[in-house]
Structures are given as C-alpha cells and as structure tokens.
C-alpha cells in the first residue's frame, strides 16, 4: 500500500463487519492506527457483543498494523465519547472518525411501530452525532484538524417504501454534516458523507435487485481519501460510491420562485403555482410503479 494514512489515527464505527470493517482494514493498510468501534449487533440491533471488534484488531494486528477495540454503543454520548477517548488513551490524538455504524428495523410508515422508528435513528443519527461531538471538540483544538465521515443512502434524497425511519435518519445524518463542515471548517476540521451502494447484511434483505450494487471493499478507498491530506479541502459533500462509480450529489437549493407583491391568497397559489413554479417529480415514485409492475408479473423487480 501507499501508506496514504501514515500514522494518522482513525475511528470507524460498525467496524464489525461490512463496510465498516472494510473501511478499518483499509484504513490500517494505508498506515493508519485504528480504533475498531462495534457494539456487535444483530442486524435489528439485538444480542450485542465485542468479538467481531476484537476479530477485526485480530486481523489487523495479524497484518502488521495498529488497533484497538471498543464495543460501547454510540447512540449514547457515553458510547461515542469512548470511541473518541480510545484514540487519545492509545495515541494521543484522532484524526479521523469514520461512522458507519447502523440498524434495520424495516416496516410500512402506518404499521411502524414507536420503538422501530427510534432505534433507528438513535442508532443512526444520534450515533453519528455522538461521535461527531467528541471528536470535533478534540479535532477543532489540535494541529492538522481532522476529518469526519458519515455513511448515508441514496434514500436520504429519494424516499423508501418501507423504511421510513431508516430515511429519515439518513437525511438527517446528510443535515447534520452540512452543519458540521460549516461550523468546523474554520477549525480545519472537515465533513463528509457516503452513501453506498454495496452487498452488506443490509442490502441482503432489499426486496428488488438493484441495477448498481458493488462490494463493501469497493466503498472503503473512499472513507480513506476523505481522511486523508489530499482532501483537506473538500467539506460538505455527499458521495455515491458503488462498484467502480463515484458520483457527487448536488447541493439543495431552489429550482423556481413566484411573487405575489401582497400576502398570497389560496386561490392565487391555486391559479398561479402550477405554471410558474411547478413540482419536482420524486423519482422514487416511478421506481416504486416498475417494481410493482415487475412483481406482478412474478420477476424480482430492479431498483
């Protein structure tokens, strides 16, 4: 390897298994000491335990490299700060946090259960939360700053038939780091996001075959680059990886505008917003109609 990560040190969550174990071997490869973070979760986030962390240092360590294991669970401050403060009890400093760490818990929006839609996002946005807040108040003070990367999906933009709050959370992750690379890029300290499209204990239960799907290994270069110096300047993006493709999202911003001069009636909108304003056709929607046509006919529909 390069050793395009030399003696930096980088935290990446759900290191476990998938991408986020991907990402830790590929980050140790290029040099870097790694802080192995995974609760060891079933994919619904039950029967938590250590060993697939202690697994992931194994190999490391087995290469050569540099790890350590943490098995708190981030979706509390607690948990994150532990991620964050085993990178300084080790190393003295963290250059990088990588947050990959998540759960399912799949269901139609009108038969979600509460518990469903908060483990969710407790897992996924608070949990990228608390490692962004540990590790930017460490980043923000120390030389060279530092790099925090977050993993989204493409249904953060789309929407999902059955995955509201995984979306939700996604999109709030999305949010979160746009606040992050603005609030920190004066610190040096800059913000990311994936958003995958890889073969993972998660994508093994989409019921549709996806027309772009790659591995997790495919994904890891990604998360090593935008820890790496050759990014320093990039903040405030959101990345498609899958396969040999990368792509850019585009920035939210206002398509078309209207006055009225006055307070707006709802008959003026009524007369008025279809022609000159218009909609933005959710492209989710014509998806979901094909899949339905194509499980109709009995094919497994393409996504």
Request: charged share 20%; with cysteine; glycine share 10%.
């Amino acid at each position: 390897m390069s050793g395009f990560l030399q003696d930096k040190v980088v935290a990446v969550t759900g290191a476990g298994r998938g991408i986020g174990r991907a990402v830790a071997l590929a980050c140790a490869a290029e040099g870097a000491r790694v802080v192995v973070a995974d609760f060891g979760v079933a994919m619904d986030g039950a029967e938590p335990s250590s060993e697939v962390a202690a697994g992931v240092v194994s190999e490391i360590a087995a290469a050569g490299g540099e790890a350590v294991a943490v098995a708190g669970d981030v979706s509390t401050m607690d948990g994150g700060a532990g991620v964050v403060t085993a990178a300084l009890d080790t190393w003295g400093r963290i250059d990088g946090a990588v947050c990959v760490a998540g759960i399912l818990r799949e269901r139609m929006l009108f038969n979600m259960a509460e518990e469903e839609w908060d483990d969710v996002v407790r897992v996924h946005l608070k949990g990228t939360f608390t490692v962004y807040r540990a590790a930017a108040a460490v980043m923000r003070k120390q030389e060279g700053g530092g790099a925090l990367v977050a993993f989204t999906s493409g249904v953060w933009a789309l929407g999902s038939t059955a995955q509201a709050n995984y979306a939700a959370a996604k999109g709030g992750i999305v949010s979160l780091s746009y606040s992050a690379a603005v609030a920190l890029e004066r610190y040096g300290v800059r913000a990311n996001v994936i958003a995958p499209v890889a073969r993972t204990r998660m994508s093994a239960n989409v019921p549709s075959s996806l027309a772009e799907i790659g591995d997790a290994e495919d994904v890891a270069p990604m998360a090593v680059y935008l820890v790496s110096d050759a990014a320093r300047e990039v903040t405030g993006q959101v990345y498609t990886v899958v396969g040999d493709k990368i792509a850019v999202w585009s920035q939210p911003r206002e398509v078309r505008a209207m006055w009225a001069g006055h307070r707006w009636t709802p008959e003026e909108i009524a007369e008025r917003l279809p022609t000159q304003v218009g909609t933005e056709r959710l492209p989710m929607l014509d998806m979901v109609a094909k899949m339905r046509e194509a499980a109709a006919s009995g094919d497994k529909p393409n996504a």
